[in-house]
């Protein structure tokens, strides 16, 4: 009996090792997200396919790390796993601890992964010690370095875009051309901030023409002729261009608009497109905030625009799981039918919206929602257009009925709008760009808007649903305690 139980052991314990070694060999993971956090996106998978060469990716790691970055590591190990597993023996991955020798600490620093300051907590005491944590990529003679790794969630594309980098060999100029009396710098900080993460960021002057692979053109209407000559310029050297203006101008602090000149607009009908001297207003809105005598409330504030997924091409790529967009005081864009031109619609409005042509007082206290259902229609606030020009030149622009909404002071509450002009740049830069990546952080998940009916029915619901389910059950239990009086009475006769 005693034997049987000893081989039974054995056998236990070699299935165990048997099933062990298996799964370790062949295993896979089921990614139940939403947007596949844990997964990597078509476009990595792509880049990885198409490389030619073996690519060495160095983690410079220290052994001792705070509690507050273990979990990191880990998940930092886990992606670049899935990195070499997809890369079909192209990825090579090693782990070096710097600190262990004066050489790999030269080594890492002559990498560009440099120490720093941590604090851990040894015997009851912290201490500060130096600490690595970075990431060198090698591809044939070229390397690019993540110096420190501060987080995972946006690691996936911080790698890729670095691979792409290494295999064109070459680092993309993105060029920001602006009215030069927009601090640029000041206003679209973090629009810069976020390019400047995968490109060279330059701002380019309105007065001279300087090379780059992308261009952001905005507040066109507020252009010198020198500038819109330069504009031109660009378009007709097949730069992709990216257009944001509007055809009213709102300055600062103030709710009193005006319409742009005509002129400023006219030279690019050439091109297929116009931007309307409107201003577009959707019942489709967001709330904005307005001072109320000592008080701040928020109203719903028509000309903010509430862009819906209903509402974008899902086909194109840049607006891939794109949940919302909000663009302030846009204009609508116009097209007109030209010979080899291609017209993409990117997103509109719904088909309850409206425009202003001449008040331009864009106070809330002074703009109503028209009561003539003819005055509503739906407008289009960004197109695609790629076509040739009569000397057989291509060109390539997307236009956008607003350069508000990649602002600072917009861009913190409306993330989506900053995640979709960057994609925007990526299409354009990386051909086809990386923008399933992008779209793995937090984005913003509007409240589904309900029509007339189903909020009368949700009112209703409120005001009647709740009185009636407790005269119900009033009457429910006093209809069971009778029965049960009845009973007892019964059974005392």
């Excluded at 060999?25 to 078509?42: C, G, H, M, P, V």
């Excluded at 000149?261 to 809105?285: A, H, L, Q, T, W």
């Excluded at 030209?338 to 007082?361: H, R, S």
């Excluded at 002009?421 to 808007?449: E, F």
Aim: charged residues 30%; hydrophobic residues 40%.
């Amino acid at each position: 009996m005693r034997r049987v139980s000893i081989l039974d052991l054995i056998y236990f314990v070699v299935l165990v090792f048997v099933i062990n070694f298996v799964s370790a060999a062949f295993y896979t993971r089921i990614d139940l997200t939403e947007n596949k956090k844990y997964t990597l996106s078509n476009s990595t998978r792509k880049v990885l396919k198409e490389l030619d060469d073996i690519v060495r990716i160095k983690v410079y790691v220290s052994s001792k790390l705070p509690a507050e970055l273990l979990p990191i590591k880990q998940d930092v190990m886990d992606i670049l796993e899935e990195y070499r597993q997809n890369s079909h023996g192209k990825i090579k991955i090693e782990v070096i601890d710097p600190s262990k020798s004066k050489e790999l600490e030269m080594e890492a620093s002559a990498s560009g992964v440099t120490p720093v300051q941590m604090n851990v907590y040894e015997k009851d005491q912290l201490k500060v010690i130096r600490g690595y944590f970075g990431i060198v990529l090698s591809y044939k003679d070229r390397k690019e370095t993540i110096p420190f790794v501060k987080s995972a969630a946006n690691l996936e594309y911080e790698i890729t875009y670095r691979l792409v980098r290494l295999e064109r060999g070459k680092n993309m100029k993105v060029g920001l051309l602006f009215p030069s009396g927009i601090k640029v710098n000041e206003k679209y900080s973090s629009l810069m901030d976020v390019l400047k993460k995968t490109y060279n960021v330059v701002i380019v002057p309105d007065t001279q023409f300087i090379p780059v692979d992308v261009l952001i053109a905005g507040d066109i209407g507020k252009y010198q002729d020198t500038t819109i000559s330069i504009l031109k310029k660009y378009i007709e050297e097949d730069v992709p261009t990216i257009i944001m203006a509007s055809g009213i101008d709102l300055p600062e602090n103030s709710l009193f608009g005006r319409t742009l000149p005509d002129d400023r607009f006219s030279p690019f009908k050439k091109y297929g497109f116009e931007i309307k001297r409107n201003v577009v207003m959707d019942r489709s809105c967001e709330l904005a905030p307005f001072k109320a005598q000592f008080f701040v409330v928020e109203r719903p504030y028509y000309p903010w625009l509430r862009i819906l997924p209903q509402n974008m091409n899902k086909d194109f790529k840049s607006l891939k799981g794109i949940k919302m967009l909000m663009l302030p005081w846009a204009s609508s864009v116009d097209t007109f039918k030209k010979d080899n031109v291609k017209f993409t619609p990117l997103f509109t409005t719904t088909e309850y919206a409206w425009e202003d042509t001449l008040g331009m007082i864009l106070s809330p206290d002074y703009i109503t929602i028209p009561k003539d259902k003819n005055s509503f229609k739906r407008f289009l606030l960004g197109v695609n257009i790629e076509g040739k020009l009569d000397n057989d030149k291509n060109f390539r622009i997307t236009v956008i009925g607003n350069s508000r909404f990649v602002e600072d002071r917009f861009v913190g509450v409306y993330t989506s709008n900053l995640v979709f002009l960057a994609n925007l740049v990526d299409y354009y830069a990386l051909g086809g760009g990386l923008s399933d990546i992008r779209i793995k952080q937090d984005l913003i998940r509007p409240i589904k808007p309900l029509s007339d009916r189903q909020r009368l029915l949700v009112r209703y619901t409120n005001i009647l649903g709740v009185p009636l389910i407790i005269v119900l059950f009033g009457i429910v239990y006093n209809i069971r305690r009778k029965r049960r009086l009845l009973r007892v009475k019964e059974e005392l006769r």
